[in-house]
């Protein structure tokens, strides 16, 4: 892949202590553009233990496996970690399977020396759910008000050398990089056409992937990434360092180490009763995509005025009576309008 010049902002945990932590990091969480936190997390016990050694982490690890089943991916090594479709798209480059917790991370242990190991992947487990106990001896490393206001949901990713396709989520994100060595590579949304986004369904992992293989892109079939590349910045991170990047950026993720863990929290300043936008997405490609051109602009003009635009913008002219769907949210209205949604498309 070309070479990116652009490396992601850093911030040293040090100069976020002290009486005014939470402002700075309320303003991290609200920026438009990704941060790291350079050792943030390194009191948690899990980074103290992969420091010592993989083997130390994984006994640690294994401690909290409850009795629920988790789900792991296994690819070939001929994959080189990167788990993504096979050859004719009708399927994957890898296996899913349920297993313990507790046996997956011996299966890990088994290779960590193996130079033809196989690609080993526990992606987004929820730890509440499957590791019991752990946010407790591992906590958010951080308190804001924004995250009191919005509390986050924990995932635990483990595994060996592995690659996650670039892709986008709907939430904000905090990764905190346990053990091993992460890279991510990050585009800003509006960099969406030039990393050809692969199938809406299936997908490898749940979430839409790019098509562009970043290690040997075929700049024929994908020209546009080059203007990603110029577009994307990269953030390396060592154990007990803290990403911070908005929803809807694009991040390729790479473990680099033979043992890796990755923590996450992801968070949403929208409101409980809003809707998923990837809902109103999907139908706008059933009722908008395929009308003419010129229709679809007056929609676009439309969509900007009463939804991309301020949402003020559309009611300031009009008494707060008669502002219905216009006015202020909250769940009842929420509720009304999700009903004549249903209404209408129930046909």
């Known amino acids: 892949m070309t070479a ?5 902002r850093v911030v040293e945990a040090s100069a976020l202590s002290g009486e005014g932590a939470e ?20 009191a948690w016990p899990l980074v103290r233990l992969g420091k010592e050694s993989p083997g130390a982490a994984i006994d640690y690890l294994a401690t909290f496996a409850g009795p629920s089943q988790v789900v792991g991916y296994t ?26 917790l507790a046996d997956y991370l011996e299966r890990i242990r088994t290779h ?6 196989p690609s080993l992947y526990l992606g987004s487990t929820d ?74 369904e299936p997908t490898p992992g749940g979430q839409i992937v790019s098509m562009v293989d970043f290690d040997a892109p075929d700049l024929d079939r ?39 863990v990755l923590v996450n929290y992801w968070w949403n300043d929208a409101q409980p009763f809003m809707d998923n936008p990837m809902t109103t997405l999907l139908h ?8 003419p051109l010129a229709e679809k602009q007056g929609w676009k003009a439309l969509f900007d005025y009463y939804v991309f635009g301020p949402a003020e913008l559309a009611r300031a002219h009009l008494p707060p009576h008669a502002q219905g769907p216009l006015g202020e949210p909250d769940d009842r209205e929420a509720r009304r309008l999700r009903a004549q949604i249903l209404q209408r498309i129930s046909r």
């Open 284 to 291: 706008a490609m059933l009722s908008l995509r395929n009308r």
């Open 127 to 200: 730890i509440v759910a499957y590791l019991p106990g752990f946010g407790n001896d591992n906590p958010m490393p951080f308190t804001s008000a924004t995250l009191r206001a919005h509390e986050p949901m924990a995932s635990i990713w483990v595994g060996n050398r592995t690659i996650a396709s670039a892709h986008w989520d709907m939430s904000n994100n905090i990764a905190v990089c346990a053990a091993g060595r992460r890279r991510f590579t990050l585009f800003p949304p509006n960099q969406a056409a030039n990393l050809y986004p692969g199938p809406i």
């Open 222 to 260: 994908h020209p546009g990434f080059r203007d990603a590349v110029a577009a994307a910045q990269v953030a390396e991170l060592g154990p007990g360092d803290v990403l911070i990047y908005p929803a809807l950026w694009w991040h390729q993720v790479e473990a680099l180490d033979p043992f890796n």
């Open 112 to 117: 960590l020396d193996d130079p033809e190991a």
């Open 75 to 100: 690819g070939a090594p001929s994959i080189d970690g990167r788990f993504f479709y096979n050859a004719t798209l009708d399927g994957f480059n890898f296996a899913r399977e349920r297993t313990g």
């Open 4 to 8: 990116i010049a652009r490396r992601t």
């Open 23 to 42: 402002t700075g990091f309320d303003a991290l969480l609200a920026s438009p553009e990704p941060a790291i936190v350079r050792g943030l997390a390194e």
